[in-house]
Every structure is written in C-alpha cells, then in structure tokens.
C-alpha cells in the first residue's frame, strides 16, 4: 500500500491527523489531482474533531473561496475556533479581519488582542503588525518604544517589512535616537532580501550622504538594482543620477549592480 492510499484509509477511519494531510495533498496537488472540494472536505471533517489546523485552513478556503462560496463570516468563524485553541496563523489572520472589518466589525482592541497573541508566539507578521498598532495608537495607548520592541523581534526574523519599518524610526528617531549607521544595517538586510523600497532608500541615503560620504556610484548601484524590477522612482532616481557621472564612475555602477544582482540571484 502506497503513502497515500495509507493516508486515504486513516482518513477514511476518522483520524483527524490523516484527513488534515489529505486536505493539504488535494489542496496543493501533492501525489493526487488539485481539486478544492475534495480539501475542503477532508480538512472539514478534521476541524469538525477540533483539529486546530484543520479550522485554520478551513478559514483559509473561505477566505479564498476554495471549494467553497466566498464567505467571510464563516472564515472568521474558523479562524476564531483555531485561534482560541493557540494556532498562531490563526490567531493574526483574525487580527487583520478585526483590523479591516472584514466578516466582523472593526475593533482595533480585539486586533491587538489576537496580534498580541500571536506574536508571543514567535510569528513575525504578527510582531510587525503589533508594532504598528503601537505606533499609530490604534485600538492601544500610542507608545513608539514599544513599536520599535516588536517591531525589531519581527526583523530579527529576517522580516523585510519589519526590517525596512525599523529602519525608517531610526532614521526619523522613532522611539529610538537617530542613528544612520542603523538605519543602513537594516536597509540592507532588507535589499539583501529583494525588498525594492530597502534599495530605493539606500540609494537616497548615499545620494544625499546621510551618515555616509556621498557615493553617486552606490546611489546608481542600488536604484539600477531596484529599477530592474520595474520601481519608477528608482528609474527616474538613477537617470537623474546618471547625468551627474562621469563615464567611469557609470561603468564601475553598472559593473557593482551585475555583481550585486547575481550574488543574490
């Protein structure tokens, strides 16, 4: 008996751990057809037992519409069920439904409470979101420090949203003092992700020599960078650059982005 007529019969047998997995197969087209209905069902009758991913996914494919009619009340629903039960997927995708009304009505306070939630388990979006709720005062007493807490265990994480946040409240002094040295460190963790606004910003940094020696070659480097993947600000940014170049400063630009480009390919 193959692995998955195996799994078929466990899952037939009622073991909730097997339906969830055969959810999942038929959800991703994994060693059988992609069909949703055929997911839905078995991920239904693992959250029907209490399995906490079973509900999670189920809200999933509600949210998506997923061998299901589009519904956002029941994705709720499910996503309350596993998020009460400690799933931390769960518990953030609830927290963005509160945040955006969606399926609920709005209630920044019960956004916080399920990103609050999450994010002392470890989930990074969760953290950035937390972070940002701090920041704005939103459903929350405003506190910046507090913002920069979370928001740094995020980028910690190798979170690029979070690393580029982070490196925005130091540059503006945000709930932290002023320290360009930060700000580029956290920049290019998240350039070295492929994060284009890390790269556009980089290279306004080195155009405009913030806690840097002004360096047109890294300026053009970095917006040449970012340009290739279609940003029109790092566009515009590098043309304009360009016309304060000399045709040896353009050549070695040119020669660090192809480098840059393939390391990080």
């Known amino acids: 008996m193959g692995i998955i007529d195996a799994c078929r019969t466990l899952a ?7 339906q969830v997995t055969l959810g999942v197969m038929y959800e991703r087209g994994q060693g059988v057809p992609l069909d949703y209905t055929e997911a839905f069902l078995w991920n239904s009758k693992a959250a029907e037992q209490g399995h906490a991913q079973a509900q999670y996914n189920l809200g999933v494919m509600y949210k998506k519409g997923q061998g299901i009619p589009k519904d956002e009340r029941e994705s709720v629903n499910w996503y ?13 995708n609830l927290g963005l439904r509160y945040s955006n009304g969606q399926g609920v009505l709005k209630d920044d306070t019960e956004a916080v409470k399920w990103y609050r939630k999450a994010a002392k388990q470890g989930c990074a979006q969760a953290q ?15 506190d910046e420090k507090k913002a920069v807490k979370w928001i740094l265990k995020a980028a910690e994480q190798d979170d690029a949203q979070a690393q580029v946040n982070l490196a925005l409240m130091y540059a503006n002094g945000q709930g932290v003092s002023q320290d360009y040295q930060e700000v580029i460190k956290w920049y290019l963790k998240a350039a070295e992700q492929g994060d284009t606004q890390a790269q556009v910003n980089l290279g306004v940094i080195y155009a405009n020599g913030d806690g840097v020696l002004t360096d047109y070659v890294m300026a053009h480097m970095y917006w040449a960078i970012a340009a290739e993947k279609g940003d029109q600000d790092a566009v515009n940014n590098r043309d304009l650059v360009s016309e304060m170049m000399s045709s040896v400063q ?3 630009a040119h020669l660090l982005a192809q480098e840059w480009m393939q390391n990080h390919s």
């Open 12 to 18: 037939e047998e009622g073991d909730a751990e097997a």
């Open 80 to 92: 309350r069920k596993a998020a009460e039960q400690g799933n931390a997927d769960a518990q953030v």
């Open 128 to 142: 950035v979101n937390l972070g940002f709720m701090y920041a704005k005062g939103q459903g929350i007493r405003q």
């Open 250 to 252: 353009l050549t070695k």
